[in-house]
């Protein structure tokens, strides 16, 4: 079975995935490696992935009835998926991470606003049979890792729902 680790850019999908003892498919680098892309978008600068043709090839090196776990790792993975995982990270924590990053102002905001509305959550809900939550704020990466084990294997549940940073955010008129 596939599982989606997803969440707004810099939740720790990157870090979280190295940890774990599951099989990983980096998607951004799938995309990047064998072409499987639309185009560049102008705004971002980044790769738009063809989800269709990615979504073939991840069939073929994961499919979806094989038992193996397998852990697609990306913003976009619970497209691809029937399970999710969502990372979460306060605002402040992440504008940090962010601005570590060398994004400019107008992308750090952008995806500040995307965490606090629960942008990809939504995205995920809509797209999966499963979903958990793991807000990552104050954990370790091994911390974060050790719970997305006991999700998968049905250890413990951390359904969505518990993690609220509207009170985090100022937003512009
Ligand atoms: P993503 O892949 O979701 O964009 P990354 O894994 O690249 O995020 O993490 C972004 C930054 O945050 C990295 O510098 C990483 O070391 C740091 N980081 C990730 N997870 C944690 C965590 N749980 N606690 C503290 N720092 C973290
Ligand atoms: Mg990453």
């Excluded at 500040?112 to 979903?131: F, H, K, Q, S, T």
């Excluded at 359904?159 to 009170?167: A, L, S, V």
Aim: with cysteine.
């Amino acid at each position: 079975m596939r599982a989606a680790l997803t969440g707004t850019p810099g939740t720790g999908k990157t870090t979280v995935a190295k940890l774990l003892p599951y099989r990983v498919i980096d998607l951004n680098a799938l995309v990047r490696d064998e072409g499987l892309s639309l185009g560049t978008d102008p705004e971002r600068g980044c790769l738009i992935a063809d989800v269709d043709a990615l979504a073939e090839r991840v069939e073929e090196l994961a499919p979806e009835g094989d038992e193996e776990i397998v852990i697609l790792e990306g913003h976009f993975s619970h497209q691809l998926a029937s399970e999710a995982i969502v990372l979460r990270t306060s605002p402040g924590v992440l504008r940090e991470r962010l601005k570590l990053r060398g994004y400019p102002e107008k992308k750090v905001r952008e995806n500040l606003e995307a965490e606090a509305l629960d942008v990809i959550l939504v995205e995920a809900a809509e797209w999966c049979d499963r979903v958990s939550e793991i807000d990552t704020t104050g954990k370790s990466p091994q911390e974060v890792a050790d719970l997305v084990v006991r999700i998968l294997g049905r250890v413990i549940a951390m359904p969505p729902g518990n993690i609220d940073w509207t009170g985090e955010m100022e937003f512009d008129p």
